[in-house]
């Protein structure tokens, strides 16, 4: 009996315990369904958009980038399709084996590796990085042959940006270079949608034009959805997105014109601005010396940056843009009408000049203190005096120098489309109060004023600036802003559209002191200290030259370039305008320590002048001569324009 009731309990526990087994097999199948059908149906978009996530990848395509063109349709900047040799890192297992392995099949150049070591330093490790750009159709078969052995390594189709003009106007285009750590900080506040449009991207505008005008010229970026396999690798295309390619910048600056001024200076270090004083084109502008842009498209090597960077005569640096210098005698034509718009003198007005003005206890002089007797306006102008300007910046002071200064664009930003301009110094009591400390550095001595009125003292200027004055000088008062792109073009659009450009600004100069001036200026070029220069010009002309001290010379002392070192001597300046009835064509150059205005500078101008107004390119002769500052009027038979075989031979 007692056996039976133990059967009974037992057959009891394990019917309890089945049904309780049951019950839970029944709450896992219901959560089960439940879990189903909530993955099924509540989260059905969800995790369907996940699962095709997992089998498919979306990949960028970069837009080819838009070309840079001269006014006249001359390519500046271009794509050369090439074939790269790249590394991805992360499916390389051992890099420096591999890369050996690679060096033993095609050239290899330390450079090359240690531009690879830096990218690397750069980048992701899942990105593709060049190691050789350029290959040969040679190279690249060699390199396919052997790819089944080398794990990571791919050989890409790239577009390369290109210079094909190398060191010319290279100031005006700049250059790319690939994106680095602050420009991708940078970058990380900007909207998304222009986030997105760099996803893939590699290279970025660093200067000039190529920087200033980032945005038209790199495109919009195209999108590629593909199917990839387990290990991510791509199985086939599901659509696309096509890229839009970059924009077209035509430019205002004329290139043979810009060759032709480069060549002129020769080794000389300076600049030169031209401008349309009609519209505030900029048909040239010259910065010397320059430097190949070329170098930094794949990533600069070391010895190259040394040699630019460190280099003393400073290529990388944009003279015409941030170049500031003193503007000597070239400044005197501006403070002539100064005193006529301020009613502080009159066109008639004399001054006698004995060759140096007495102010205190300092004697300030003219160039070789020449007596030139009484002066007026006019022959103030065509004979550089320096004792006219003396008194009249004393009569004027300071601040009325620069409240007349001011708008003309002197020490100011002139607005031009390049990313960097130098501001320059146009000094006032004010300005001198916020620049030192010491409250006896921040006084304003009367005697500071008196060497403003020759363009020397606290002024310095970029040849910009001095050319844009010069330009609004010969257009009457009327002001355009400068710029160097004149028009896009999208990819498919039948022509260009010209680029909006702001109102000019009408300074309201009266029309009798303005030609009072620039008659004086075309005096220079007949009878003054140009003469020489542009004898036998089949044009009018007014020009103004200039000389501005590189190190300050003691009162007492006379100026003797031959005891000077080459840096410490004057530099060399002209402004100037063409032709005389109706100005196509204002300039302000610059040549770095090489004396008087008309030895260097002037001829540079000449030439510029013929360049424009006569279609006139200088014999190879008188080239060499004004590159040594032997050329007055031009020497041997000038070339047309059009027959000057162009592009010119690589050097």
């Known amino acids: 009996m007692t056996e039976f009731k133990d059967v009974q309990r037992q057959l009891s526990l394990f019917r309890t315990r089945a049904l309780v087994a049951l019950g839970l097999v029944v709450v896992a199948l219901g959560l089960i369904a439940l879990r189903s059908f909530y993955l099924?149906?509540?989260?059905?978009?969800?995790?369907s958009s996940r699962a095709e996530n997992n089998r498919t990848a979306v990949l960028p395509i970069v837009p080819q980038r838009g070309r840079i063109l001269d006014r006249h349709g001359v390519v500046l900047a271009d794509n050369l399709?090439?074939?790269?040799?790249?590394?991805?890192?992360?499916?390389?297992?051992?890099?420096?084996?591999?890369?050996?392995?690679?060096?033993?099949?095609?050239?290899i150049q330390p450079r090359d590796i240690r531009r690879f070591r830096r990218l690397m330093a750069e980048s992701r490790r899942f990105d593709s990085l060049p190691l050789r750009n350029r290959l040969s159709d040679e190279e690249m078969s060699r390199v396919a042959a052997q790819l089944y052995r080398l794990p990571g390594v791919e050989i890409q189709a790239r577009r390369l940006r290109q210079y094909p003009l190398g060191e010319t106007a290279s100031h005006i285009i700049g250059y790319i270079g690939r994106i680095n750590q602050r420009e991708k900080e940078m970058m990380a506040d900007w909207p998304e949608e222009r986030q997105a449009n760099y996803r893939g991207t590699d290279h970025i505008g660093k200067l000039g034009i190529e920087q200033s005008y980032e945005s038209p010229l790199h495109g919009t970026t195209g999108f590629e959805r593909v199917e990839t396999s387990a290990t991510g690798l791509v199985v086939r295309q599901l659509d696309v997105t096509a890229p839009l390619p970059g924009d077209t910048v035509a430019l205002t600056v004329d290139i043979k014109l810009q060759h032709l001024i480069e060549r002129l200076f020769g080794q000389r270090r300076g600049a030169l601005v031209a401008i349309d004083p009609r519209n505030g084109e900029v048909l040239a502008f010259v910065s010397m010396p320059t430097f190949d842009p070329n170098l930094f498209v794949e990533g600069i090597d070391v010895d190259s940056w040394r040699g630019l960077n460190e280099s003393l005569d400073l290529p990388l640096l944009n003279r015409a843009l941030r170049g500031t210098y003193p503007p000597g005698s070239t400044y005197k034509p501006f403070m002539a009408l100064a005193a006529l718009e301020t009613g502080t003198r009159k066109a008639s007005t004399v001054v006698n000049d004995p060759g140096y003005w007495v102010f205190g206890n300092h004697r300030f002089r003219s160039h070789g203190e020449k007596?030139?007797?009484?002066?007026?306006?006019?022959?103030?102008?065509?004979?550089?005096?320096?004792?006219?300007y003396y008194t009249l910046a004393n009569e004027m002071g300071v601040d009325a120098i620069h409240d007349f200064m001011k708008p003309l664009g002197f020490g100011q930003l002139t607005g031009i489309d390049l990313n960097g301009e130098a501001r320059g110094v146009l000094p006032s009591q004010a300005w001198k109060r916020t620049t030192y400390r010491r409250p006896e550095q921040q006084r304003w001595y009367a005697g500071e004023t008196i060497s403003l009125g020759i363009g020397q003292g606290y002024n310095h200027f970029t040849m910009l600036q001095l050319a844009s004055a010069m330009a609004t000088l010969a257009n009457q008062g009327v002001q355009h802003a400068p710029h160097l792109a004149r028009a896009t073009q999208t990819v498919g659009s039948p022509g260009l559209t010209l680029l909006p450009r702001p109102e000019p600004v009408r300074l309201g100069y009266r029309p009798e002191h303005v030609q009072a001036v620039l008659s004086a200026m075309e005096a220079v070029t007949q009878e003054g200290t140009s003469t020489r220069v542009f004898a036998g010009a089949g044009y009018r002309s007014g020009g103004k030259t200039g000389t501005a001290q590189a190190v300050t010379i003691g009162q007492r002392e006379r100026y003797d370039a031959r005891r000077l070192a080459e840096h410490q001597r004057d530099h060399s300046l002209y402004v100037a305008f063409a032709p005389m009835e109706e100005p196509r064509v204002a300039l302000a150059v610059v040549v770095e320590n090489a004396g008087f205005g008309a030895a260097h500078a002037a001829p540079i101008a000449r030439r510029v002048f013929d360049y424009l107004l006569l279609g006139q390119y200088p014999s190879e002769e008188d080239i060499r001569a004004t590159q040594q500052g032997l050329s007055a009027a031009p020497i041997g038979q000038p070339r047309a324009v059009a027959d000057v075989v162009w592009p010119p031979p690589a050097p």
């Open 81 to 107: 399709a090439t074939f790269s040799l790249e590394i991805v890192p992360a499916h390389t297992p051992d890099l420096d084996a591999t890369i050996e392995a690679l060096g033993e099949i095609i050239e």
């Open 40 to 47: 099924q149906v509540p989260r059905y978009d969800d995790l």
């Open 371 to 388: 007596n030139l007797g009484g002066v007026d306006l006019r022959r103030s102008i065509i004979h550089s005096s320096n004792v006219y």
